[in-house]
T-cell receptor
C-alpha cells in the first residue's frame, strides 16, 4: 500500500531564510503528488501539484517542489520565508489508477520566527 | 475552486451519542470524500460519498459507525455514531470537480469534534 513520509514534524526557521520540507513516498507506480498547506484554524489549501512533465513544479506563495522518481521524493522549497508562511504543510500522493483518493503524510509544522 | 462549508464548525459531545456533520458545496462536483484528522496525526480517508448509493469505505471504517449520505451533487453528511473519546478528531470533507478529476481536491474548513 502507498504511504507518505514527512521526515520532519517541526521546522523552525528565521524570516527570510530558505526552507526545505521533505517528503518521500513508498510506491514506485505512477503517482500524482501534491503539497497542501493548513493555516491555523483553516482548511487545507492546495500549494502545488505534480502530474507529469517537468520535474520542477512551481506553486503559490513562492513555493516550488521537485519530483525525483529515483529517490521517490517530492521536497518542498522556498528561498525566503515570511512570517505568514507559518502553517502546517502536508504532502499527499494519489495513485494514477485510483479514484483520486489522497494518501497524506503526517505533516510538517513550519514556524517562521522574526 | 470551490467554496465548501461544513456544519457544525466544532462540537463537544458526550460518549454514546451521535453527531451528524454537513458538507455543502457551491457547485456540482464529481466526487466527495470524508477524512479524519486525529490529534497530531495525518489525514485519513474514511470514505467516498457516492451520489444516490452507498458510500465506499476504506479499510478500518464501517457504515454502522460512520453512515454517510449524498442525496445530490452538492451536499453530503457524515454521522459519527455511538461516539467514544477516540472519535475526537477534525473531520473534513473534500470535493473534486467533474472537469478536474482527479487532479485537485478542495477541502472544507473541518469540524472539530471533542467527545467527553
Amino acid at each position: 500500500a502507498q504511504s507518505v513520509t514527512q521526515l520532519d514534524s517541526q521546522v523552525p526557521v528565521f524570516e527570510e531564510a530558505p526552507v526545505e520540507l521533505r517528503c518521500n513516498y513508498s510506491s514506485s507506480v505512477s503517482v500524482y503528488l501534491f503539497w497542501y498547506v493548513q493555516y491555523p484554524n483553516q482548511g487545507l489549501q492546495l500549494l502545488l501539484k505534480y502530474l507529469s512533465g517537468s520535474t520542477l513544479v512551481k506553486g503559490i506563495n513562492g513555493f516550488e517542489a521537485e519530483f525525483n522518481k529515483s529517490q521517490t521524493s517530492f521536497h518542498l522549497r522556498k528561498p525566503s520565508v515570511h512570517i505568514s508562511d507559518t502553517a502546517e504543510y502536508f504532502c499527499a500522493v494519489s495513485d494514477r489508477g485510483s479514484q483520486g483518493n489522497l494518501i497524506f503524510g503526517k505533516g510538517t509544522k513550519l514556524s517562521v520566527k522574526p | 475552486s470551490a467554496v465548501i462549508s461544513q456544519k457544525p464548525s466544532r462540537d463537544i459531545c458526550q460518549r454514546g451519542t451521535s453527531l451528524t456533520i454537513q458538507c455543502q458545496v457551491d457547485s456540482q462536483v464529481t466526487m466527495m470524500f470524508w477524512y479524519r484528522q486525529q490529534p497530531g496525526q495525518s489525514l485519513t480517508l474514511i470514505a467516498t460519498a457516492n451520489q444516490g448509493s452507498e458510500a465506499t469505505y476504506e479499510s478500518g471504517f464501517v457504515i454502522d459507525k460512520f453512515p454517510i449520505s449524498r442525496p445530490n451533487l452538492t451536499f453530503s453528511t457524515l454521522t459519527v455514531s455511538n461516539m467514544s473519546p477516540e472519535d475526537s478528531s477534525i473531520y473534513l470533507c473534500s470535493v473534486v470537480h467533474r472537469d478536474r478529476f482527479p487532479y485537485e481536491q478542495y477541502f472544507g474548513p473541518g469540524t472539530r469534534l471533542t467527545v467527553t
